[in-house]
């Protein structure tokens, strides 16, 4: 990979660019590292890159290898992969609550038992994310019971 | 499967294994006591025909740990599959030990007293699922109400 620093003007804000044909796993994550320190992530949506403050997220939800970020009022594409945010996000306020979906603690309004001994987690939008028995411990451990 | 699932469906399967033979000797009881007004006496195939229910009861319960992940469609599907699949095993331990006769409204006693025990173990466990939902929306709510705080603090 090529590295060009080049000089800025003076008075002229830093910045990155990244020239590439499309955006890999290891440049997401590049721009992750270097977005982080300010909490924002990067998503895509009508394929732009917009920033996004993780605490701003409801839930990701991994669709056909496709994993989705929902905030409040939009749904985002994200390049990373479930057990890659797992790692990448705060232990203490995401948790995974099935195979394909992470959860944001501070987002969710209630539990409720639901058929089968599994359970419904409703967030604060109104959306209804299944919590399956295997991951309640988890939960239950976050919130030190 | 890891160690901590198997764990998992074990306990499971214990305790809908013990529920239903707890609830079998409960109901069977009262109602000899109530309804045929005699006393209930116990011969030892009755109380191996009661286990093997339980034992086959907390099994097929274990289905349900392989469907946490399905759709609520296919969970109702597996709910009705066990109540079959239970109901045929009672069917099948009763006429071995002759629990009920070869008639209509033997049958339906027989019938009546497996869904009440169903519905009570289905009640047991959801009332079980319920506080443990509601123990966990209160440390929800005590961790909200301990955010507000630590934010007003910092305004």
């Known amino acids: 990979m090529k590295v060009t620093i080049l000089e800025k003007k003076a008075g002229e804000e830093d910045e990155l660019i990244i020239k590439c044909d499309s955006l890999d796993e290891s440049l997401t994550k590049l721009i992750n590292q270097f977005k982080g320190g300010k909490g924002k992530m990067n ?51 995401f948790f995974r609550a099935s195979k394909g979906v992470i959860v944001n603690l501070d987002k969710i309004d209630s539990l409720m038992p639901v058929f089968g001994g599994r359970f419904e987690a409703v967030l604060q939008n109104g959306y209804k994310v299944v919590i399956s028995r295997n991951y309640l411990n988890t939960l239950k451990e976050l919130l030190g019971l | 499967m890891k160690s901590e699932e198997r764990k998992e469906l074990f306990s499971i399967m214990l305790n809908v294994c013990t529920r239903v033979i707890t609830l079998i ?53 597996s709910h009705v599959v066990y109540f079959l699949m239970l109901n045929a095993v009672l069917l099948f331990t009763s006429l071995k030990l002759g629990w009920f006769e070869i008639e209509f409204s033997s049958l339906m006693t027989m019938e009546s007293m497996f869904i009440l025990i169903y519905a009570a173990v289905s009640v047991l466990v959801y009332m079980l699922d319920y506080n443990e939902a509601k123990k966990i929306n209160q440390k929800i709510q005590d961790r909200k109400k301990s955010h507000a705080a630590t934010e007003a603090i910092e305004d």
């Open chain 2, 25 to 77: 000797f409960i109901v069977t009881t009262l109602f000899e006591k109530f309804i045929q007004k005699q006393d209930t006496h116990w011969a030892i195939n009755d109380i191996w025909g009661v286990l093997f229910i339980g034992i086959v009861s907390g099994l097929g319960s274990g289905i349900f740990c392989y469907l946490k992940e399905a759709s609520k469609i296919n969970v109702i599907v």
């Open chain 1, 43 to 93: 998503f895509y949506k009508d394929g732009r890159i917009v920033f996004v403050d993780a605490e701003e997220v409801l839930y990701f939800e991994s669709v056909d290898d496709t994993v989705f970020a929902y905030t409040k009022d939009s749904v985002y594409e994200t390049k990373s992969k479930l057990y890659q945010l797992e790692n990448e996000l705060p232990a203490s306020i």
